[in-house]
């Protein structure tokens, strides 16, 4: 299956899965967080293809650290506060097949 750390950090920000948008915070206002994230996993086998059990887990924990590391560099609080203004950050990602090509 999908990564742990992956379905942890789940609707704390907007992915994009193939056609699927999974927008942040949009699990829990529907109020069915597990149900979200069978649809998450389901699209991610689908948009991965054939892909075995590790590269799944490979591309979404890949995805997992992605999402955070972007949150860490914008978020506006601790060490980045001297270099970036007051404000927010809003951070989306995209997963899809380049042209039929395996993603590894």
Known sequence: GLHTQCL???DRSSFQVGADSFTQG?????GDVA???????????KECG??????????SG??????MAH????TFSGPHAYALPGGFAKSE???????????F
């Open 50 to 59: 054939d892909c075995n059990d590790a590269s799944l887990r490979v591309v």
């Open 71 to 74: 949150l860490a560099a914008a």
């Open 26 to 30: 949009q699990a829990a206002a529907e």
């Open 35 to 45: 149900k979200a994230k069978e649809r998450f996993e389901e699209q991610f086998r």
């Open 93 to 103: 990602y995209r997963l899809r097949r380049d042209g039929g090509k395996d993603l």
């Open 8 to 10: 942890k950090d789940f």
């Open 62 to 67: 890949l995805s997992s650290q992605i999402s």
